[in-house]
């Protein structure tokens, strides 16, 4: 007779599936990998701690729960030497809820929200190098260079001009007619 061999695979894994998953895996459907999400910085910084002070080891639930108020300090600018510092300098001896201490420590240290910085431009022409706003440059160049003049001319004629100061001065009361205070 022929011999048989059984051959009997078992699959563990700490990600729950549904019977739609397992049943793609029994056809071979499901890729080997499985893709990772993608952890936020707060959230890296956080599982981090526990590296620089053993005692402040977070949970993946806490990691999760502080994400958030750690979210806040690094939109306000905080470094991440500057975070670790804030959460690890001075600990006590005993800590008994890592994650209290780091929600309590994130919470009263919070930083102040920094000003933006205002940012200078000095713009330039790109032919004689004068100095001017993005509106006197437009396409880079000074009037100079474009050609344009720098002295409008007036959008009356002299002529008119004179004729409309002519009729000013005659409409105006003589200082003897005018009246007393």
């Known amino acids: 007779g022929e011999n048989l061999i059984w051959v009997t695979r078992t699959f563990f894994s700490r990600t729950a599936r549904d019977d739609t998953w397992w049943a793609a ?6 890729p080997t990998q499985t893709q990772r999400t993608t952890r936020s910085r707060a959230f890296i910084l956080l599982a981090a701690l526990g590296r620089t002070a053993p005692a402040l080891s977070l949970s993946q639930r ?5 994400e958030p108020q750690m979210t806040e300090w690094l939109t306000r600018g905080a470094t991440e030497a500057e975070i670790t510092h804030a959460l690890t300098a001075g600990l006590p001896d005993r800590i008994h809820h890592p994650a209290a201490l780091i929600a309590t420590r994130l919470q009263t240290k919070l930083p102040p929200a920094r000003e933006p910085h205002t940012v200078l431009r000095s713009l330039e022409c790109s032919e004689c190098r004068a100095p ?3 509106e006197a440059l437009p396409g880079g160049k ?3 260079c474009r050609g344009t003049p720098t002295h409008q001319e007036p959008t009356l004629p002299a002529q008119k001009v004179r004729a409309q100061a002519r009729a000013v001065r005659a409409g105006l009361i003589p200082k003897s007619d005018r009246p007393k205070r």
């Open 25 to 30: 895996f029994s056809r071979g459907d499901v």
């Open 62 to 66: 806490d990691c999760v729960a502080l």
């Open 132 to 134: 001017g706003t993005p």
């Open 142 to 144: 000074c009037r100079t």
